[in-house]
């Protein structure tokens, strides 16, 4: 039971990584494109 919980943190934790680099990819390409238009 305790090991299913702590695959489950693992797996959010992960997910929440994921979530954190595309959002700064995100933000980079913006940032790309908004030098280039200006």
Do not use: I
């Not at 959010?12 to 280039?36: H, I």
């Amino acid at each position: 039971k305790v090991a299913e919980y702590q695959v489950k943190l693992e797996m959010t934790k992960e997910r929440l990584d994921n979530l954190e680099k595309s959002q700064k990819t995100k933000e980079e390409n913006w940032n790309k494109e908004k030098r280039r238009l200006s």
